[in-house]
C-alpha cells in the first residue's frame, strides 16, 4: 500500500518541512492532499513520471518532487499557522489518466 | 467550477438502523463519482464507486448509485453496525488530465450499540 513519513510533525512558524510518501508498487502517478480539521483533503498537486501534472489553489512555497522509483515528497516553505493539517499522498493505477486513488495514512502537520 | 456538497452531520444512529448519507454534485462534464471513508487516526479508504450514470457502486453492504438527472450518489446502507462509524467522504474526479478528486466536507457517522 501506500507509505507516508512521518506520522506526526510539529513545527514553527516560518520554518520549512519535507514529507514523504512511497506509492504503491507499479503505481507511477502520486497525488498530495491538505485535509484541515473537520474539512474534506484539497488537491495540491500531481506528479506523474517525475513531472507535475497539475495543481490545485495552493502557493508556490508547497512544491514538490517525484522520483524514480515513485517515491514522493511534499515540502512547504515559510509555514504558516494555517498550513496545519493531514497531508495526504494518493497513488494511482498507470497512465495519468485514471481516477482511482489510493491513500496513505497521512502526516499530521503542527504549526506553532 | 466542480463541487460536492454532502449532508452535513453529525449522525447518530442505533445498530441495525437505515443509513442515508446525501450527496449531490456539480459538474461540466461527465465525473466519475466516490465514497470515501476515514476511520479515526487514519487515511482515506476507498469505499466505492461508479463512473458513469446509473452505474451502482457497493462494497461492504453500502450503496450508492449515480443518478445523473439529479446530480445525486447517495450512500446508503440497510443495517449499519458500530464499526461504520467514521467520516464519510462524497467525492468526484473529472477524468482530466489531472484527475485529482474534489471532496464534499465529509459526515460523520456514529453508530451505537
Known amino acids: 500500500g501506500v507509505t507516508q513519513s512521518p506520522t506526526h510533525l510539529i513545527k514553527t512558524r516560518g520554518q520549512q518541512v519535507t514529507l514523504r510518501c512511497s506509492s504503491q508498487s507499479g503505481h507511477n502517478t502520486v497525488s498530495w492532499y491538505q485535509q484541515a480539521l473537520g474539512q474534506g483533503p484539497q488537491f495540491i498537486f500531481q506528479?506523474?513520471?517525475?513531472?507535475?501534472?497539475g495543481r490545485g489553489n495552493f502557493p508556490p512555497r508547497f512544491s514538490g518532487l517525484q522520483f524514480p522509483n515513485d517515491s514522493s515528497e511534499l515540502n512547504v516553505n515559510a509555514l504558516e499557522l494555517d498550513d496545519s493539517a493531514l497531508y495526504l499522498c494518493?497513488?494511482?493505477?498507470?497512465?495519468?489518466?485514471?481516477?482511482?486513488?489510493?491513500f496513505g495514512p497521512g502526516t499530521r502537520l503542527t504549526v506553532l | 467550477g466542480d463541487s460536492v456538497t454532502q449532508m452535513e452531520g453529525p449522525v447518530t444512529l442505533s445498530e441495525e438502523a437505515c443509513l442515508t448519507i446525501n450527496c449531490t454534485y456539480t459538474a461540466t462534464g461527465y465525473p466519475s463519482l466516490f465514497w470515501y471513508v476515514q476511520y479515526p487516526g487514519e487515511g482515506l479508504q476507498l469505499l466505492l464507486k461508479a463512473t458513469k450514470a446509473d452505474d451502482k457502486g457497493s462494497n461492504k453492504g453500502f450503496e450508492a448509485t449515480y443518478r445523473k438527472e439529479t446530480t445525486s450518489f447517495h450512500l446508503e446502507k440497510g443495517s449499519v453496525q458500530v464499526s461504520d462509524s467514521a467520516v464519510y467522504f462524497c467525492a468526484l474526479s473529472d477524468g482530466g488530465s489531472q484527475g485529482n478528486l474534489i471532496f464534499g466536507k465529509g459526515t460523520k457517522l456514529s453508530v451505537k450499540p
Open positions: 494518493a497513488s494511482s493505477l498507470p497512465g495519468h489518466n485514471t481516477d482511482t486513488q489510493y
Open positions: 506528479y506523474y513520471r517525475e513531472e507535475e501534472n
